[in-house]
């Protein structure tokens, strides 16, 4: 519980574009209560400056990062000299095994908080934690590392949707290597299990579960089949690595004479709750049937970058609406204005044009918040990303005097934000009520 | 002059790697005077960590910023709504000659300002300004912004080597649009004797001139032949834009028979003074003949992307060696790590691979660093870049103690500055001795 509280911020973020003279009511669950105009703004030219904590702040929907995983942070910096020439991904989680090797419930409990105060810094008020790094001692599968990432994230205050991932094969059709053996699961019912037992270990009021079967490579089509029906069952969002790679493509074309999404199309009753991350070299047809069928698809902008993975087909997937959310991944970089900027910027790159990633109206920097606030909130399953009575009281509030955002006009300011700024021009966040940078509701 | 200094820093860059237990000595002229073992350090762990400001930072070569237009900072957030589905480079150039014809020598002072301001947080201590914008009064050809530019590089204490820029054509062959009238000069001769009385005004310790054409759109071959000669004649640096855009290449190929490059080619001795600026779609054959005379090529990350310019063959050019440098072009975003990331990180989206730029032995954060610092040290024709006794003393000092290198080891502290933090890692930097954000030369 936090004492109920009324912002007024300079600047208010409608869904539509940012208005002054605007106030919000947060009640003490840390939902918000109200939102309307503030009564000295009743002016006509809605410009009086409020005075309070947020005077000179933009008030957004805080961001949601729907797809990390926390403990990658440990590698920043490592594996970036390349002797032979030319490394890929595949040479790059050989480090990644290396570090998993090496992790105590400590080192993921600092490991996990370090990163989840650095995603906060950067803005981020809910984070899906693609979690598939379980055990301390693999012998005893013992889910030693999911708690150490609720207790994180607690100590952080960040919104937290723990989702927690099968991983039973090594590749498809092959046992587990041996760094593969903390991540393992074994069947279905001892994934159940433990998603009962993280049940009663959430935080009812930030803390929530979803689903995930790692990939086609770490579960044989039945396993996936059952989850995902299981997973539906409870409601549950489910998530999936997919089309990340080519020759995860060229594997499952071998064993199953399919693609990974065939495959998923095939064996699951995909729905809205699907996220699909990556689907970087999905075939038209494939990602096609997969938006038609509601699912959403989560981006990872510069993890894509660093892992040399490759342009995905933005535009088809926006074809849809909003239905692309962004994850830090890999965490080898954490700035979420950086993650929403590239999103656009690789496609301009790519095809040669301005303005790709723009909604209905063109409007990009409207285009990039959503994906990094509503689509997310939508993959996560979270009453989030909106700044609206009812939703969780989840902000960002970005400092209009931050000399990356000197000149701006009330019009330019989400556009110079998303695309000139970054980390810096976060004054504070608020989750569920609760700040964390700037004290927003203070009298 | 400033006092002469002794800097102990945790780490220095040799050229080659971090190292531990390095001094350097600055002279009251603002060069490096020496550099050695710091006598504390002659242990053989050489790990003592030196007492004083820079104990927990590592010392970089500032960075050298060899491409900027610092009046455009001034768009950022302008124009990116494209009600008509999509933008191009030639629809953002509407609204940047719209800045154009407001701007006031005041203005141009505040912009610029600003602009090396942010620059200078960023790391940047040396840049090149690619100044095209000179008339307050177009009729007058008053040249009064050549001398806000100087001015404010000279209020923020950043080395600028002024690369004054001649305009003559609106198009090949075309009289100049009523905007581009602010650019204009008639004639080599007007433009050399504007370059000597800039020589007078410049502040010989920190500011040095180049000559530039500003692309084969603004100068008939017969200017450009004559600008290039006497440019050379004179020892100046000579930078010009080209092939950034297919339209350009199409209608040199029209108008001349031959692609920019080789109308360069043909009408200049290139040598290794000279810089093209983007390079982003020249043929194979001209850009191969351009790196055999020597010449080097600057690249534009951020700006490249916004304005969907498309990606250069960047394995070519450092084929040649250390002939890519990095300029922030634009301003709509300033960060200086960012622009040498995504350096990087492009080519590994467009090629599928990891490690594309890394140098001799494979590092990738070292070929990175030497793109900004020593590259754009020679794209310029500056005594900077590089920790040296005879060097001007510009450095960077990165903080090890800042949450983005938090895990960092000696070995990995570059690649993860470069390519894991952002501006919030520079504590300080140095130009000519003279220390801004920390002191780094303080008892």
């Known amino acids: 519980m936090t004492p ?5 911020p300079l600047l208010t973020w409608t869904g539509e574009r940012l208005e002054r003279g605007i106030r919000i009511e947060v009640d003490a669950h840390g939902r918000i209560e109200a939102v309307g105009r503030a009564p000295g703004a009743a002016r006509a030219d809605g410009a009086s400056a409020p005075a309070g904590p947020l005077a000179r702040h933009a008030l957004l929907p805080g961001f949601v990062d729907a797809h990390s995983h926390a403990f990658q942070r440990g590698l920043r910096g490592v594996g970036e000299v390349f002797p032979e020439g030319a490394g890929s991904f595949w040479t790059w989680r050989q480090g990644m095994y290396a570090l998993v090797e090496q992790m105590t419930p400590e080192r993921m409990f600092d490991l996990a908080s370090s990163t989840f105060r650095e995603l906060r810094a950067a803005g981020v008020t809910s984070l899906g934690e693609f979690h598939y790094l379980h055990h301390a001692d693999a012998e005893q599968l013992d889910f030693a590392f999911d708690e150490a990432l609720l207790a994180a994230a607690r100590a952080v205050g960040l ?44 935080d009812p009021a930030t803390q929530s579960l979803g689903a995930v079967v790692h990939s086609v490579r770490a579960a044989p089509p039945e396993a996936l089949a059952a989850l995902h029906a299981e997973a539906r069952a409870r409601d549950l969002v489910f998530h999936m690595h997919l089309e990340e790679q080519r020759v995860e493509i060229e594997d499952c074309l071998a064993a199953y004479g399919c693609t990974p999404l065939e495959l998923v199309l095939k064996h699951c009753a995909v729905d809205a709750a699907f ?27 510069t993890t894509e970058a660093n892992l040399g993975d490759g342009i995905a087909d933005v535009p088809a997937m926006l074809a849809h609406g909003e239905r692309v959310s962004i994850g830090s991944d890999s965490n080898a970089r954490i700035d979420f204005l950086e993650e929403l900027r590239w999103m656009e910027l690789v496609q301009r790159l790519a095809r040669e044009r301005r303005g790709v990633c723009s909604d209905a109206v063109g409007d990009v920097g409207r285009r990039l918040l959503d994906a990094g606030t509503r689509a997310g909130a939508r993959a996560l399953g979270l009453d989030v990303g909106r700044i609206e009575p009812g939703a969780w009281a989840d902000f960002v509030a970005i400092d209009t005097g931050a000399p ?22 976060v004054a504070g966040t608020c989750v569920g009520g609760a700040w964390s940078g700037l004290d927003g509701g203070a009298a």
């Not at 109920?4 to 007024?8: G, V």
């Not at 996220?275 to 902008?301: F, I, K, M, N, Y």
């Open 159 to 202: 919104r937290l949707v723990l989702l927690e991932t099968y991983y039973q094969t090594g590749g498809i059709g092959k046992p587990l290597e041996p760094a593969q053996r903390r991540f393992a699961t074994p069947d279905p019912a001892t994934y159940w299990a433990q998603m009962e037992r993280l049940e009663r270990l959430l």
């Open 275 to 301: 996220t699909a991350v990556h689907a970087t070299h999905s075939r038209p047809q494939d990602l096609e049937r997969l938006l038609e069928r509601g699912a959403g698809v989560c981006l990872c902008p």
């Open 4 to 8: 109920a509280q009324t912002l007024e």
């Open 404 to 425: 990356a955002l000197a000149g701006c006009t009330d019009e330019t300011l989400l556009a110079a934000t998303l695309l000139g700024a970054d980390g810096r021009v």
